[in-house]
């Protein structure tokens, strides 16, 4: 059986506590209480949820107290004007598109053999592209291999 979970917090650990009783009920065995449940799961795992926070700078990394705040405020402002522009665009009166080239590349197949990793790779490129209009707005993807980009 597969349930949509919550997306976070304690809802989602309740649902899941949900599921693992009807699980071990249909084996006709009798489940841990809740609290047993929370208790293993946070000392056992220790998985939380939620969305971490990605593309820190190694600027963001060093500093602390009130140079991080400062710098923290810096990116802010730096990064108001897009915020003002994807307004805009979804106001109707622009167009508002952002292109990522993704930084590392995947190679295909996935081996673990050092000699075949340098012999036989097919390395895969992923470009992503969000695009808001006052219609609709959303990502875009297009993925090629090296030898659709004429890379020998």
Not at 61 to 71: C, I, P, Q, R, V
Request: a negative charge.
């Amino acid at each position: 059986m597969v349930t949509r979970l919550p997306p976070y917090g304690p809802q989602r650990v309740n649902s899941m506590y949900d599921q693992y009783t009807e699980w071990i009920r249909e084996k006709d065995e009798v489940p841990v209480s809740n609290s047993m449940y929370r208790s293993i799961f946070v000392s056992d795992f220790n998985l939380g949820f939620g969305n971490p926070r990605t593309d820190t700078c190694s600027r963001c990394e060093m500093l602390s107290g009130d140079a991080l705040a400062d710098h923290k405020a810096r990116a802010d402002e730096a990064f108001r004007p897009q915020a003002v522009d994807r307004q805009t665009a979804r106001n109707g009166c622009a167009v508002y598109v952002t292109f990522d080239l993704q930084k590392k590349t995947l190679p295909l197949p996935k081996l673990s053999v050092v000699e075949a990793f340098y012999m036989c790779q097919l390395w895969l490129y992923n470009t992503g592209i969000h695009a808001i209009t006052a219609d609709k707005e959303g990502p875009f993807f297009h993925i090629w291999t090296e030898a659709e980009g004429h890379r020998s």
